[in-house]
């Protein structure tokens, strides 16, 4: 039997449909989308259908669409290329940013010939921006760019954006959000939200990995990261991945379409599993605050996070221990230390991150797994850290 998926922050399986739009790309469509004939005029007009399709998902006109290669590429371009183009000052992002807004922002702190001061706006116990402490903040170091993301990949609990977006633009200052775990379980509007410049990636709303868009506000200037035959509007050449874009569009497409209806799915299933776990006596992190339908992070006291991740895989279950999305870096999550969880604590983190396709059965099947492997451990002792 094939493992069961609980692991939709990490990644998605790519859609049929997604897959089936993509396929022409890389054989009978295969052209240059710089070249002047036929095949590469094809390869524009997928660009260009694929723009609008993802500039429609968050209310933005197509030329706001810069392409890039993830996720990553497009919070480093919003980090590195707007603090490029600005007079040097202060750079605020939250305490619980994905590491390719933190490491970024991390490295231009510590470039001596760069005046930029990075500081970090705490968050509360249940992993929300503290809204007041981030206003006398900025009241004592006026911001110039503010970072902070939608939904959190680890506990799923959305921000207040809107309001950070409010006071960033009080003090004048330009604001960019990370909603690639918020589009397609939430609704991402880029005017609502009031930011100059939001990150989305295809491969958490099943599309393929590798395709991913930064939007931005025509007023935000930014200098490319990657320089060269001026593509994207100069601000990030290289030849277009027109397949992966092409499936960006689409899953983009289905993402809004299916959005309600996956909503109540997966909440129906995360109200079942939490239901369970806590009766095991699990702590839910975040679980006072709003959260994105499909995440559950919890942990279960002395019973460490890695072990039961193994554990469960073994027993056919994928989930993800703390720090999950950046599990090449084991270590403890940043994010339960920025909402001050006892270590001990956040060393048994895990998460399940809920998909269309998860069923009731395999949330039943999971808890007695958990049970049965919860037991197996408390007998053989192995609880000590
Ligand atoms: C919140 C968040 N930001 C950024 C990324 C990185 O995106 P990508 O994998 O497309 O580089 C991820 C996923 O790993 C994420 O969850």
């Known amino acids: 039997m094939e493992p069961v998926y609980f692991d939709h922050n990490a990644t998605t399986p790519v859609d049929d449909a997604v897959l089936e739009a993509m396929l022409p790309y890389f054989q009978q469509e295969f052209g240059n989308a710089s070249s002047r004939h036929g095949y590469g005029l094809s390869a524009r007009r997928a660009i260009d259908k694929a723009r609008k399709q993802v500039a429609d998902a968050v209310g933005v006109q197509p030329v706001q669409v810069i392409f890039t290669s993830g996720g990553s590429e497009a919070n480093n371009l919003f980090i590195r290329g707007a603090t490029d183009s600005l007079k040097p000052g202060n750079l605020y992002i939250s305490a619980i940013e994905h590491p390719c807004v933190l490491k970024p922002a991390q490295a231009l702190s510590r470039r001596s010939c760069d005046a930029w001061a990075m500081h970090q706006l705490a968050v509360n116990a249940s992993g929300q921006v503290d809204l007041e402490a ?53 609704p991402v509007d880029f005017s609502e939200l009031k930011v100059h410049a939001m990150t989305l990636s295809a491969h958490k709303i099943y599309g393929p990995k590798g395709a991913a868009a930064l939007i931005v506000d025509k007023r935000l200037l930014l200098k490319p990261l990657i320089y060269g035959g001026g593509h994207e509007n100069g601000l990030r050449s290289g030849t277009e991945n027109v397949p992966a874009i092409v499936g960006f569009g689409v899953a983009c497409e289905l993402a809004q379409a299916r959005m309600a209806e996956t909503a109540q799915h997966v909440s129906l299933l995360r109200n079942q599993l939490e239901k369970g776990l806590i009766g095991m006596g699990a702590v839910i992190f975040g679980s006072a605050a709003a959260r994105i339908p499909n995440t559950c992070y919890f ?87």
């Not at 959190?152 to 004048?172: K, M, P, W, Y």
């Not at 339960?336 to 983190?349: F, I, K």
């Open 134 to 186: 981030a206003g006398d903040a900025m009241q004592n170091h006026k911001p110039g760019l503010v970072a902070v993301m939608l939904a959190n990949n680890e506990t799923g609990v959305i921000q207040d954006v809107a309001s950070v977006a409010e006071l960033a633009r009080s003090h004048g200052a330009y604001i960019h959000t990370d909603a690639i775990q918020g589009l397609g379980k939430i």
């Open 299 to 385: 942990a279960l006291p002395n019973i460490e996070g890695d072990t039961l991740v193994v554990k469960l895989d073994k027993a056919g279950f994928a989930v993800a221990a703390g720090a999950a999305c950046s599990s090449v870096n084991p270590g403890q999550s940043h994010v339960l230390n920025a909402m001050q969880v006892d270590p001990m604590l956040a060393r048994c983190a895990v998460r399940v991150s809920l998909g269309r396709s998860n069923t009731l059965e395999q949330i039943d099947d999971f808890l007695r797994t958990t049970q049965r492997i919860v037991a197996e451990l408390k007998q053989t002792s192995s609880l000590s850290f």
